[in-house]
């Protein structure tokens, strides 16, 4: 089921859009074993473990920004539901200002452009981290993986004369400003929007599995570039989401993909 949760963050409305679910082996986690993810499962109740696709939308003011894009076409039937949630809550392309790519994996942004490389979001400029761009745009980073940097590279391309690169730590404008979140990938960042004295913050990639990454952080998975940097990023995001509880989302959170966190030791509790 594909939907969006709307949550308010003082002046500034925000919605979590579902893109897509699926779920993943155990093979896709790395520092664990199956014992323990079989234990981790079974305390959750859970027997598989699920993830799901998600992007965001933003409107503050009269600007509207989406928060990565979902598959698009890339991933087949597993995702690509953007556009019906848009629809839903009564969003056309057209309307969207602003894209911000938390970082340049294609379940972020395959939804930015048509299977021709054409751009979707005619009046969108296009935000990401220098330092993803600069990781993207450099071929030595994908010598192994040439097909990787070509949907990126398409993207880039699509919105070059809108493409806006900013600090990982930015101001953008609005309530939000960029977090500075490596490791996933070089310049893998999170969003946080501020209105007023309230919080929200869009964490990024930094959990690909609630039921397993909460509890143990050390827990990674084998789509971050640099296992040790996404670690000491998740536990920062961890400690700053636990210490005020500000409610936040991620790309990968299940539905409805708003909740807080608190700290119990080494722990992390997920309270939706
Ligand atoms: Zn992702």
Redesign the pocket.
């Known amino acids: 089921m594909n939907h969006a949760t709307k949550t308010q963050v003082g002046d500034i409305e925000i919605f979590v859009l579902n893109d897509g679910n699926t779920t993943f082996e155990t093979d896709t986690f790395t520092a664990t074993s199956t014992t323990e993810i079989k234990s981790l499962l079974d305390k959750a109740g859970q027997s598989s473990i699920k993830t799901s696709?998600n992007a965001f939308l933003i409107k503050s003011g009269d600007e509207v920004t989406l928060v990565d894009s979902g598959a698009g076409e890339l991933f087949g039937s597993i995702a690509g539901n953007l556009n019906t949630v848009l629809n839903d809550i009564g969003i056309a392309k057209s309307d969207i200002t602003k894209l911000i790519a938390t970082?340049m994996?294609p379940?972020?942004i395959g939804g930015m452009i048509d299977s021709n490389g054409n751009r979707y979001f005619d009046n969108a400029e296009l935000v990401l981290s220098i330092k993803e761009h600069t990781f993207w745009s450099n071929s030595k980073n994908f010598t192994n993986h040439p097909e990787q940097q070509a949907h990126a590279l398409k993207v880039l391309n699509a919105y070059s004369d809108q493409l806006i690169l900013c600090k990982s730590d930015a101001d953008l404008g609005r309530g939000l400003s960029s977090i500075d979140i490596p490791g996933h990938t070089a310049g893998h960042i999170g969003v946080k929007v501020s209105s007023s004295s309230s919080q929200f913050i869009i964490a990024g990639?930094i959990v690909?599995a609630q039921h397993l990454q909460f509890i143990n952080p050390n827990i990674g998975v084998t789509?971050d570039q640099d296992y040790d940097m996404a670690k000491k990023s998740r536990l920062k995001m961890f400690n700053m989401l636990s210490a005020e509880e500000i409610p936040f989302s991620g790309?990968?959170l299940l539905s409805p993909g708003v909740a807080t966190i608190s700290r119990d030791g080494s722990e992390y509790i997920l309270n939706v």
């Open positions: 696709f970082h994996h379940d972020h990639d690909h789509f790309g990968h």
